[in-house]
C-alpha cells in the first residue's frame, strides 16, 4: 500500500508499518516552495526558512529519508543542511561537503542505507547523512518536520524550484 504527494521541490518518506496488513507502506510528505539559498545576498538561511512539511496519519515508523529535489547551487561546500522532527530533535544531514563543485538541478537524497557518505555534487544520488535519520525510527512522526539549509560563506547562491 503507498500513498504519496507529488512535488519538485523536496520530500520527506517514512516508512511505517500498515494498520491493515503486516507489510510496510511508504508515505512520501512534499513542501513545493520555491526556496533560494541564501533568501538573500550570499550568505545566509533560505526564504522561506525552515522548509516545513505536515505528516499526519503514520504509525510505527520503520524508516525515515530525505530528498532534496532540483537543488542547484555555485559552491557545494558552503552548504549546511539539518532535519528537525516534530518532537524537536534535529539531525545534520550534510555540513561544507562536495568541494567546489556545483550542484545542477540535483536530487539530493538522505537515507541511512545509502552506499556513499559524501555526495559528488553535479549528479543525483543517494548518500548516508552525517547523523543517521534512524534516531526517529519508533518516534512520533505525526506533526510539523523542519529542513533548514544554510549557505554559510559568502560569494555563491542556489536554489531549488
Not at 520503520?62 to 537543488?71: E, H, M, P, S
Not at 557545494?76 to 568541494?99: H, Q, V
Amino acid at each position: 500500500m503507498k500513498k504519496s504527494l507529488v512535488s519538485t521541490l523536496g520530500a520527506l518518506a517514512i516508512v511505517g508499518l500498515s494498520t491493515v496488513a503486516a507489510s510496510a507502506a511508504t508515505f512520501t510528505f512534499t513542501n513545493s516552495d520555491y526556496v533560494r539559498i541564501p533568501a538573500t545576498g550570499t550568505i545566509g538561511t533560505t526564504n522561506p526558512s525552515p522548509l516545513t512539511m505536515e505528516v499526519s496519519g503514520i504509525m510505527d515508523v520503520t524508516d525515515v529519508n530525505l530528498t532534496l529535489i532540483g537543488l542547484t547551487h555555485t559552491y557545494s561546500a558552503d552548504l549546511d543542511i539539518y532535519l528537525r522532527g516534530p518532537s524537536g530533535s534535529w539531525r545534520r544531514m550534510m555540513t561544507d561537503e562536495g568541494g567546489s563543485y556545483n550542484w545542477t538541478n540535483d536530487n539530493l537524497s538522505f537515507n541511512d542505507e545509502a552506499f556513499y557518505s559524501s555526495p559528488w555534487p553535479g549528479y543525483s544520488q543517494s548518500i548516508r547523512p552525517d547523523q543517521s535519520l534512524s534516531y526517529f525510527d519508533g518516534r512520533e512522526p505525526n506533526g510539523v518536520w523542519s529542513l533548514f539549509i544554510r549557505d554559510d560563506a559568502g560569494g555563491d547562491r542556489g536554489h531549488m524550484d
